[in-house]
């Protein structure tokens, strides 16, 4: 979630590793069956942390020019053992246009989406996770479902 979100490995390994340490540091003396949540919800917040601290530094580097390379984690993903080349560029061109297509989802449709259909939390453990309400967990499930169908839709078959 924090690679889709970040769009940037090392980016999204640090806020791991930072909600890690924030959940065994805090919460250690919980029951263990309240970590998977309690820790949904810490990676969650230092995404947000992530995005507010990113609109800051992308202000000072329009004055300072971009020096951030751009990089396309998909294309360096070891091989998954499918041997036929045109198999190959269609999966990653579906991964692509997927990764794509979840970018250009709002963070919270975003964050909603993943833990729904990555992590499989139900309806009532998103919520939690996010600190909102059920139906604000089923109304945007349906409309990044939505978005995702229109920005995949040759693609939803395969």
């Not at 003396?29 to 609109?55: A, C, H, M, S």
């Amino acid at each position: 979630m924090a690679q889709i979100a970040t769009g940037n490995p090392d980016e999204a390994l640090d806020i791991v590793q930072d909600a890690m340490l924030t959940l065994v540091k805090n919460y250690a003396q919980r029951d263990p069956e309240e970590w998977g949540p309690l820790f949904t919800r810490i990676v969650q917040n230092r995404i947000r942390d992530w995005y507010r601290r990113e609109k800051v530094r992308s202000k000072w580097r329009v004055w300072f020019g971009k020096d951030e390379d751009d990089q396309q984690y998909i294309e360096n993903l070891p091989d998954g053992g499918i041997n036929d080349p045109l198999r190959q560029i269609a999966n990653a061109n579906i991964a692509a246009e997927l990764e794509q297509g979840l970018r250009s989802l709002p963070l919270r449709q975003q964050q909603v989406f993943l833990l729904r259909v990555w992590e499989g939390l139900d309806v009532n453990e998103t919520a939690k996770a996010l600190g909102i309400s059920s139906g604000s967990v089923k109304t945007h499930y349906s409309r990044a479902v939505h978005r995702l169908r229109e920005v995949l839709g040759e693609h939803q078959y395969e």
